[in-house]
C-alpha cells in the first residue's frame, strides 16, 4: 500500500516584520476613523448631563491613541465617549492576547496589570448561588478558558457547565473537559441568541458588562438564555468606588480602551426590575478584588519604563533602550511586591467601605414570563 501522505503543514504565524508594516500601514491613515461621533447624551439615561470623567492613553498595550471616558451627571453611567467602531475595537484587541506589554514582576511583557482570580475567589463567586439550589445547567458568559466553570464545579458536581465566548479558548476549554458545550460567538448575536434561548437555569456574566457595546442588549440576551425561574449571576466594576476617584486614569476599570461601559449598581438594578425580574441579592463587599494598588503599580511602570519591542511601534527598541527596561524593572519589582501586600493588607477594611471595587448582583427571572 502507498504510504500515507504527510500530515499538512501549518502556516507560519506573521513574522514580527509583517505585523509592524501591516500596523504601519493601518496607522498611517490616523487613528480618529476609529472613534463615532462624540455622544452629547447618556446612553443609559438620555440626560444631557455629561462631564469628562478622565482622558487616558492606552496604557496596557501602549498604541497610539487617546480615549475619554464621560460620566452622566444625573445617573452616574460612565462611558467611553467618543466610542470606538467596530473597526477600532478590532485594531486594539489586534495582538490584545499574544502580546500584553503589561508589566508584572515575572516577566517584562505577556503578563497581567493584576493575577487572574485565584480558584478561591472564583469559588466565593459560585458560593454565592447555593442559597437558590443546584442548577441543571449554567452557561458562563465571556469564559475565555473556562477558569470560573472549572472552580465552580466543585461546588455544583451535578450541573452541566456550558461557555460562550468570542475567542477559540473556549473550545479548548471543553476539550480540557472544563465545560460540556463550547459555544464562539457574542450572545446578542441572532444565531448564538436562537440557540442558547430559555436553555439555562443560570447565566454568569462576570466582568463582562464592561467589555459590551451595549450593555442592556446583553442583558436581554442574558435572559432570553434563561428559563423561567432561571437566576442571573452578574459581577460588575462598581463605577462608585472610591478607588477609582483616588486612582483616576491608574485604576483598573477604567482601563482603555477596552472597558466601554462602567454601571452603578443602582442602574443595574431598575434596568432589571424594569424587565420584570426579582432583584434578590446586591452584594459590595464580598465580590472586591485586592488589586487596586499592585493594578495601579503596574500600569504606571508599564507607562513609565522603556517600551518593549512591539509591531505597532515603527522600530524596534535600540539596544541600550532594551537594557535600560531590563535594569528598571528588576529595579522597580520590590515596588510591585510591596503595593501587592499593601492590597492584601487593607482588603479586610476596604472590602467594608467606598473602596470595595466590586458588586455582584443576582436576579431571577420572573416564572409567569417566557421573556424578562
Known amino acids: 500500500m502507498p504510504a500515507p501522505p504527510p500530515p499538512p503543514v501549518p502556516s507560519p504565524a506573521p ?5 509592524r508594516a501591516a500596523y504601519a500601514a493601518e496607522l498611517a491613515l490616523g487613528t480618529d476613523r ?26 496596557v498595550q501602549r498604541k497610539p491613541g487617546r480615549f475619554t471616558l464621560a460620566e452622566c451627571r444625573a445617573c452616574g453611567h460612565t462611558f467611553q465617549n467618543p466610542r470606538l467602531t ?6 486594539y484587541h489586534w495582538d490584545r492576547r499574544d502580546r500584553c506589554d503589561h508589566w508584572d514582576a515575572g516577566a517584562t511583557h505577556g503578563t497581567r496589570p493584576a493575577p487572574a482570580p485565584s480558584r478561591r475567589r472564583l ?17 458562563d458568559v465571556g469564559t475565555g478558558a473556562a477558569d470560573f466553570p472549572d472552580a465552580a464545579r466543585a461546588l455544583f458536581p451535578y450541573t452541566a457547565f456550558d461557555g460562550l465566548d468570542p475567542t477559540p479558548r473556549v473550545v479548548r476549554a471543553r476539550d480540557a473537559g472544563r465545560v460540556e458545550e463550547a459555544h464562539i460567538g457574542r450572545l446578542t448575536a441572532p444565531a448564538t441568541a436562537a440557540r442558547l434561548r ?18 442592556r442588549a446583553e442583558l436581554r440576551a442574558a435572559l432570553d438564555a434563561l428559563r423561567p425561574g432561571g437566576h442571573l449571576l452578574l459581577e460588575v466594576a462598581d463605577p462608585r468606588s472610591l478607588s477609582g476617584a483616588l486612582l483616576g486614569r491608574w485604576w483598573l476599570p477604567h482601563t482603555q480602551p477596552h472597558h466601554l461601559h462602567l454601571l452603578p449598581a443602582a442602574n443595574l438594578r431598575a434596568e432589571l426590575e424594569s424587565q420584570g425580574c426579582d432583584v434578590l441579592s446586591t452584594d459590595r463587599h464580598g465580590p ?6 499592585a493594578a495601579a503599580t503596574s500600569l504606571f511602570l508599564t507607562r513609565a519604563l522603556p517600551s518593549p519591542d512591539a509591531p505597532w511601534r515603527p522600530v524596534p527598541p535600540s539596544g541600550t533602550e532594551a537594557r535600560t527596561r531590563r535594569i528598571l524593572t528588576r529595579a522597580a519589582r520590590p515596588l510591585l511586591t510591596t503595593a501587592r501586600a499593601a492590597d492584601l493588607a487593607l482588603a ?3 472590602r467594608r467601605t467606598r473602596f470595595s471595587n466590586t458588586y455582584r448582583l443576582i436576579a431571577r427571572k420572573d416564572r409567569g414570563l417566557q421573556d424578562c
Open 15 to 19: 513574522t514580527t516584520e509583517r505585523r
Open 348 to 350: 479586610p477594611v476596604a
Open 288 to 293: 472586591h478584588t485586592p488589586h487596586d494598588l
Open 34 to 59: 476609529f472613534h463615532e461621533p462624540r455622544r452629547e447624551d447618556c446612553p443609559w439615561c438620555g440626560a444631557h448631563a455629561l462631564r469628562i470623567r478622565l482622558t487616558t492613553p492606552d496604557l
Open 123 to 139: 469559588r466565593d463567586t459560585a458560593r454565592a448561588m447555593l442559597p437558590y439550589g443546584e442548577p441543571e445547567s449554567w452557561l
Open 86 to 91: 467596530p473597526e477600532g475595537l478590532s485594531f
Open 198 to 215: 430559555a436553555r439555562y437555569d443560570v447565566v454568569s456574566l462576570l466582568h463582562h458588562l464592561e467589555h459590551t457595546p451595549d450593555p
